[in-house]
């Protein structure tokens, strides 16, 4: 009977141990693609694991719901909501609900990033006339405060913070055409990284914060592409890609680039996630499931790559 109960604890502490490895693994089973779509006319966010399994929609509130972010720290997601009727930022838990609203403004509150220990979130808001970029508490929101990170009196917009904090990535006009510039989150310091004429979009770090993706207009086939710019040196490296490519961001182990492909401009066609592998330029098209055999198939808008931590 001894050597039968070790065994069971052993066997037992080995299954704990097992979970509690899954939480912090990088693979299938902890990574997930978050993903807008519109079935049914207005855009709601879904989860899928990266081997296309496990299709589930986050939240099921009225209104549109865009632009999820992750925060492994807090477990959290924060996302632009309408479901009060004006476009405010929302917070909900990893299943969807507990959904709490974080911004109170008749102006519009959207795309908003967490900074990397989850305590506060940049958004970009026309609170104060042209989009400028703001910061809240996480969870007190708007009610206890607001710092205005940003005073350029231009469109501001597409925050991103840096995953060791110290920089938040957002486009400017400042210029004319939307450039990408750093700014660290107190405000004090700012740099521009782009200088072209073209425009410069939707910027997002890579997992090791030493790269930036975004969508510019540079390829050879002028139209929407995606580049990396490398903030050490500063060089640009754009990728040349057969069909116009938005929102791109990185693969939770930063080896590959997951975007939102929409044909070419002589032949459109409805939006589908792709992948490029950076070491071999290698595109694969990410099938989306169907939420059930008589649903419709799935065109993404906009996605998100992460690790996940199960909610639990």
């Known amino acids: 009977m001894r050597s039968f109960s070790r065994i069971r604890a052993g066997l037992l502490g080995g299954a704990v141990f097992l979970l509690s490895g899954w939480t912090a693994w990088a693979g299938p089973f902890s990574e997930r693609i978050l993903f807008v779509a519109n079935p049914g006319g207005l855009s709601k966010i879904y989860i899928v694991r990266p081997d296309g399994k496990d299709l589930s929609r986050l939240t099921h509130s009225h209104g549109?719901?865009?632009?999820?972010?992750?925060?492994?720290?807090?477990?959290?997601?924060?996302?632009?909501?309408?479901r009060d009727g004006n476009d405010e930022i929302y917070r909900c838990n990893l299943v969807g609900n507990e959904i709490t609203r974080l911004t109170h403004n008749p102006a519009s509150d959207r795309q908003p990033s967490w900074s990397p220990d989850g305590e506060r979130i940049v958004f970009a808001t026309q609170r104060w006339g042209e989009e400028e970029l703001a910061i809240i508490d996480s969870r007190k929101g708007d009610s206890e405060g607001i710092f205005r990170l940003t005073w350029d009196r231009c469109q501001n917009c597409s925050p991103n913070w840096s995953p060791d904090g110290k920089w938040i990535v957002y486009c400017s006009c400042m210029q004319g055409q939307s450039d990408?510039?750093?700014?660290?989150?107190?405000?004090?310091?700012?740099?521009?990284?782009?200088?072209?004429?073209?425009?410069?979009?939707?910027?997002?770090?890579?997992?090791?914060?030493?790269?930036?993706?975004?969508?510019?207009?540079?390829?050879?086939?002028?139209?929407?592409?995606?580049?990396?710019?490398?903030?050490?040196?500063?060089?640009?490296?754009?990728?040349?890609?057969?069909?116009?490519?938005?929102?791109?961001?990185w693969s939770a182990d930063g080896q590959s680039?997951?975007?939102?492909?929409?044909?070419?401009r002589l032949l459109p066609r409805p939006a589908q996630?792709?992948?490029?592998?950076?070491?071999?330029?290698?595109?694969?098209?990410?099938?989306?499931?169907?939420?059930s055999l008589t649903s419709p198939l799935l065109t993404a808008q906009e996605s998100e790559w992460t690790p996940f931590p199960f909610p639990w």
Request: avoid cysteine; glycine fraction near 6%; charge should be positive.
């Open 64 to 82: 549109l719901e865009r632009e999820p972010q992750v925060s492994t720290a807090v477990r959290s997601v924060a996302y632009r909501g309408t």
């Open 257 to 264: 680039i997951l975007y939102v492909a929409l044909g070419t």
């Open 180 to 249: 990408l510039y750093i700014i660290s989150p107190d405000g004090q310091t700012k740099r521009r990284l782009t200088r072209e004429k073209q425009e410069d979009l939707q910027p997002n770090w890579s997992p090791d914060g030493k790269q930036i993706v975004y969508q510019t207009q540079r390829g050879p086939r002028d139209t929407a592409s995606i580049a990396i710019y490398t903030l050490e040196t500063g060089e640009i490296k754009v990728i040349d890609l057969p069909e116009v490519a938005n929102y791109p961001t």
């Open 273 to 291: 996630l792709q992948t490029y592998r950076i070491s071999n330029g290698e595109l694969r098209k990410f099938e989306l499931p169907r939420l």
